[in-house]
C-alpha cells in the first residue's frame, strides 16, 4: 500500500564490498519521506483532547500558549458512544472489580467473564450461532481472511476494488488466487465467478458500508450470486454497526440480508465507541478461526476494561434508535447545507458527509484553514486511502452536532471556497 519500489530499484547492482556498496539507511528512509512531502500528501496527525459530555467539543494542543478549543467533524465515534454515560460507568466499575489488563492472550489467561459475554452479545445482535472478538477490526480481517483462505483448498478470493487495507492484507496473506471486481458491479463479478472452476472453492469478499464514499453494497443481489455460484460471502460492516437497523446490527439488519452472508465481520471502535473487533458467523467457522488464526491466538486479549464498556454501548443500541435517527437527521441537514451553499458534496447515500477536492495539497491547505481560524477540526483524506486525484475532506456529524454548528461550518467553507478560488457545484 503506497509504498514505491521505485528508489530500490534504480541502486546500481553492487559489484565490489568496498564503501561504494555500503546500504545508506537514513538516505532511503529520509527519501521516503520527501516523496510523500513532494506529493502533498505527508500526514500530521492533530494532538487533542476531547472534553467527556461536551463532544464535540475537544482541545487542540498546537504550540502555541495552552490547549485552544475546537470542533471536531471527522471522528468515527459517530454516536459519541464513547462518552456515553452508561460506557464510562460499565468501564470505572470494571476497573475497580477487576484491574487494567487482561492478562494474557485467549488461551493463556487472557479469557475473561466479559469476552464471553460480548461474543454471546454479538452473535445475537447479528443472528449466528457465535462470534470472536479480535484486538481490532483491522486484525479480525486479516486474521480471518488469511486463515480461511488458507484452509479453504485451491480457493479464489473475489474483492471489490475499493475494499479496505485490512481486508486486502488479509487476502494477500491467505496466498490465494484474487480477483478484484469493480466496485459494486454485479456484473463483472458474475464474470469473473463464471470464467472459473465450478469445484473451486470461493469467497466474496466486500464491506456494506463504503466509508470514504459513503455508498452502499447490494448484499441481495451478492449472495444471489454466491449461491449461484457456490461461494461463501464476507462483509465488512465496520462503517455500519450501531449505525444502521433496527437492532444495529448494520446494513445486513437493515436489509434483513444477515443469514445470508457467510460472516460479518465489524470493529468496536467506531459507532460502538471503544476498541476492538470480532467477526459473527456459524459454530464450525468460528471454531476454525479461534483454533488457526494466528492474529487471533498469539497476541494479548483485549482488557476486560474495553471489553465492559463495548458490552454496555452494543446492549445499549440494540434498544435505542435516539441516537442513530439523530445522526441520520444531522448527516441529512448537513449534506443539504453544503449542496445549498454550492460545495461539491459527493454522492453519499449513508451518514458519510465527504466534500470532493481532487487534490492533496489543497485538501491539506482547507484543513489548516479551517482548524487556524475557525476552530475546525476535519483531516483531509488522501492516497492511499483513496485514489490520487479524488482526495477530499470526509465529515461525520453525529447527534450532538447541531444545526448551528453546521450553518456556521457551511458559511467558513463557502469562505475558504472562494478565498481560494476553487470551484463551485454548478
Ligand atoms: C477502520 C476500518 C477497519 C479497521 O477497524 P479498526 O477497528 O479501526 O481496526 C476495517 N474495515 C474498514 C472498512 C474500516 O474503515
Redesign the pocket.
Known sequence: MGIDAGDAANLAPCTDHGRGCIVNYNDIFARAIDRLHEEGRYRVFIDILRNKGAFPNARCFAGHNGPKPITVWCS?DYLAMGQHPKVITAMEDALHDVGAGSGGTRNIGGNTHYHVDLEFELADLHGKEGALLFT??????EATLGTLGKLLPNCIIYSDEL??A??IAGIRNSNCEKRVWRHNDLAHLEELLAADDPSAAKLIAF?SV??MDGDVAPIHAICDLAEKYNALTYC?E??AVGMYGPRGGGITDRDEAASRVTII?G????AFGV???YIAADKNIIDVIRSYAPGFIFTTSLSPVLVAGVLASVRHLKSSSEERDAQQAAAAFLKQSFRDAGLPVMDSTTHIVPLMVGDPVRAKKISDILLAEYGVYVQPINFPTVPRGTERLRFTPGPSHTQDMMTELTQALSEIWERLALQKAA
Request: proline residues 0%; charged residues 15%.
Open positions: 468515527n481490532s477490526g483491522y486484525i479480525s480481517n475494499n479496505h485490512s481486508m464491506e463504503y466509508s465488512d465496520v462503517h465481520e470493529t468496536l471502535g467506531k476498541m476492538g473487533g
